[in-house]
């Protein structure tokens, strides 16, 4: 069973719906009348705090005119672990009618598996003004959680809502060195996103005839074939996800032959 390619981008985009959450953060800078001076985007970018930090600390002396720009704010995996709390039914399955084909086939797939991605967010700015205003803007939203919708299995059509939990919130002043050395202070976020890991899709045919034929003794005793149930779709064409009823067919048989399930004849 392991070694069956398939790929849903499930992780990719988690995290990809988790960065969207924060990447429209504005800041805005007043003079002491109140008036506006300055209003920007904050940055966002994936990736430790140690990346930003050592971009900091590479310029010492202050001589370069672009080393890093702050206010900015980063994220980076921390943690995947199952969580058996939201586990779901083994044996159920998704089912979709795939028309993206001439042979129209079912499409099943098992019940998805059910995880928690810790995720660690950096707020870092280099007045403490500016990281404050950041951090205000969002920690309303999360009481403890945030809810964001992810099209997390697109083959199957299945939209999911995805909760992003806030479990702490730490404070850091990093500042080393002269009062000429740069400062940073790093406001630090833990999240868990609850989602869900999808199997491989299996595709098959749309069965529209069931056939089963009747026998009045065991097969070693080479017995004759007496009736035959046949239970159709009304109408025939209908699909798995259609609303539809049936009809059945009885046939008796006086004859020795038997259905061959190969070539579809009796023999």
């Known amino acids: 069973m392991l070694g069956q390619q398939f790929y849903h981008e499930t992780i990719r985009k988690i ?5 969207t959450t924060f990447n429209n953060v504005q800041l ?21 705090k140690e990346k930003f930090l050592v971009r900091l600390r590479a310029d010492a002396d202050l001589s370069s005119k672009v080393a ?6 980063g994220f980076e995996i ?11 039914s083994r044996v159920q399955k998704f089912k979709k009618v795939n028309t993206g084909n001439s042979t129209r086939t079912l499409d099943t797939q098992f019940m998805p598996v059910p995880y928690n991605l810790d995720i660690v967010l950096y707020v870092l700015a280099k007045q403490s003004d500016d990281a404050l205003q950041i951090v205000e803007q969002i920690l309303p939203f999360f009481q403890p959680d945030y809810t964001i919708t992810v099209n997390d299995m697109a083959d199957m059509g299945i939209k999911r809502d995805v909760p ?15 009062f000429d050395q740069r400062r940073a202070l790093i406001y630090t976020m833990n999240f868990t996103c609850k989602f869900y890991l999808y199997g491989p899709v299996t595709s098959s045919n749309i069965i529209r005839t069931v056939q089963a034929d009747q026998f009045a003794d065991l097969p070693d005793k080479s017995p004759k074939r007496e009736q035959r149930l046949t239970v159709t779709p009304d109408p025939v064409t209908a699909d798995a996800d259609d609303d539809f009823g049936f009809n059945e067919t009885t046939s008796f048989f006086t004859d020795a032959k038997t259905f061959n399930p190969v070539t579809g004849e009796d023999e």
Not at 30 to 44: A, E, Y
Not at 78 to 88: E, H, I, M, P
């Open 78 to 88: 921390q943690n995947l672990a199952y969580d058996g709390t939201r586990k779901l």
């Open 15 to 19: 995290i990809v719906a988790f960065g």
């Open 164 to 178: 992003i939990i806030l479990n702490s919130i730490s404070y850091e002043d990093n500042y080393e060195g002269d």
């Open 28 to 48: 805005v800078r007043k003079d002491n009348s109140g008036n506006i001076t300055q209003s920007m985007k904050v940055p966002l970018a994936y990736g430790p």
């Open 68 to 73: 890093i720009t702050l206010p900015r704010i």
